[in-house]
């Protein structure tokens, strides 16, 4: 379809100005043909002399000093947790043990293989010591989700047993005698992702972003993914209770040391509450949408002997981080120098002749809000089978 002609108009307008004698004087604007004056672009600065760059002195050496720092700290790191979290220890071990790339006879035929990404500290950060010790227990957690996948293959080596594709596969370590191996079918499963038509926003935790609509295996192994989690939880968890007395020594306090390792404790301790949370909605969804999975799922020993071991010892650690604290107070308040105290979940700690108390809470908000569902009926339909 041709396009109808296009009519332009041009209209000029006047502007009347009094003169001082009060004759008006006619004043034409710039009509779009006409050009406003143009003016000459600044030229553009010269360039600057160049200059080489001298270092401050001593830069050099200041950087040797930190490497050194850094580096010793390293050291007593690794001796602390080898001393204090023997368990945490043998799992960073047993890691550094695999080889760079692990492979398994496939069922039906076939082989398959698996590189080693993770190095064995690789998510230690920091110079301090108190930066290491917190890094430590992320590196813990990382290593645990390492090692739940690529022992996999020395597992099923040593069992003589072919890698089956068609499930969701791991190794679940708690210590050197206690152990899971898990396998169960990705088509019996679905992804975590479901959960958020029945989560309430109210219900929708730290985690639930990562973990409920996020993309890490929770969604391609469904449940089996969040039992990943809880037990990579429950590892770090468990390394940050048994290293209190080096962040006491690294804080150069018992007051002071307490206070840092509850403020790095808490929300891994938290964490619990929010996986026994997602796994407890993944099964109950299951048996109410998905049954024929649910009933395959609760007859299947290895998820069941895990899953409740993992709540047990979990519940267990917490019960003891909190009559650890209580302990503690008592007996540094026994020793003078420093108060310590609780009020409404808050550990408050007090030094010397100060006046003002430094406080941090025993928990995230994780516990405060999903403990009263746990707690509650909700669940109660599945419990007697898992």
């Known amino acids: 379809m041709r396009s109808a002609p296009k009519v332009v108009l041009v209209v000029t307008a006047l502007l009347f100005i009094l003169n001082k004698d009060g004759s008006p004087e006619v004043v034409v604007p710039l009509t779009e043909t006409e050009s406003a004056p143009h003016y000459m672009p600044l030229p553009p600065p010269p360039p600057q002399e160049r200059r080489n760059f001298i270092p401050p002195a001593g830069r050099e050496e200041m950087q040797r000093q930190r490497n050194a720092?850094?580096?010793?700290?390293?050291?007593?790191?690794?001796?602390?947790?080898?001393?204090?979290?023997?368990?945490?220890?043998?799992?960073?071990?047993?890691?550094?043990?695999?080889?760079?790339?692990?492979?398994a006879p496939l069922l039906g035929g076939g082989e398959v293989n698996s590189l080693k990404t993770l190095a064995t500290f690789e998510y230690l950060r920091g110079r301090t010591r108190i930066d290491l010790l917190v890094s430590m227990e992320t590196n813990v957690h990382e290593v645990a989700h390492g090692y739940f996948d690529q022992n996999t293959f020395r597992y099923l080596n040593d069992a003589g047993t072919g890698f089956n594709a068609e499930n969701a596969n791991g190794f679940i370590y708690i210590t050197p005698e206690l152990n899971f191996f898990v396998s169960f079918p990705l088509k019996s499963m679905f992804p975590s992702a479901k959960l958020a038509s029945v989560i309430?926003?109210?219900?929708?935790?730290?985690?639930?972003?990562?973990?409920?609509?996020?993309?890490?295996?929770?969604?391609?192994?469904?449940?089996?993914?969040?039992?990943?989690?809880?037990?990579?939880?429950?590892?770090?968890?468990r390394y940050c209770y048994e290293i209190l007395e080096p962040y006491m020594e690294a804080q150069g306090s018992d007051a002071a040391g307490l206070f840092e390792w509850v403020t790095h404790t808490q929300s891994t301790m938290s964490a619990f509450y929010e996986f026994d949370f997602f796994i407890s909605e993944y099964l109950l969804y299951m048996k109410r949408k998905y049954p024929a999975g649910y009933q395959q799922l609760r007859s299947y020993s290895p998820f069941i002997e895990a899953y409740s071991t993992l709540r047990n010892l979990?519940?267990?650690?917490?019960?003891?981080?909190?009559?650890?604290?209580?302990?503690?107070?008592?007996?540094?308040?026994?020793?003078?120098?420093?108060?310590?105290?609780?009020k409404d979940g808050w550990l408050w700690v007090r030094s010397g002749e100060s006046h003002i108390s430094s406080g941090t809470p025993l928990f995230s908000d994780e516990r405060k809000i999903l403990l009263p569902v746990l707690e509650s009926r909700r669940f109660r339909e599945i419990r007697e089978d898992f």
């Open 200 to 237: 309430p926003s109210n219900l929708r935790t730290y985690r639930y972003d990562t973990y409920i609509e996020g993309t890490t295996s929770t969604q391609s192994d469904g449940v089996i993914g969040l039992l990943n989690e809880l037990h990579a939880y429950y590892i770090g968890s």
């Open 314 to 342: 979990y519940t267990d650690l917490i019960d003891r981080y909190l009559e650890r604290i209580n302990s503690e107070m008592s007996r540094i308040n026994q020793q003078g120098g420093s108060e310590v105290s609780q």
């Open 69 to 103: 720092e850094r580096s010793a700290s390293t050291e007593w790191l690794k001796e602390v947790t080898s001393k204090y979290s023997p368990d945490s220890w043998y799992l960073l071990m047993s890691y550094d043990s695999l080889p760079a790339e692990s492979s």
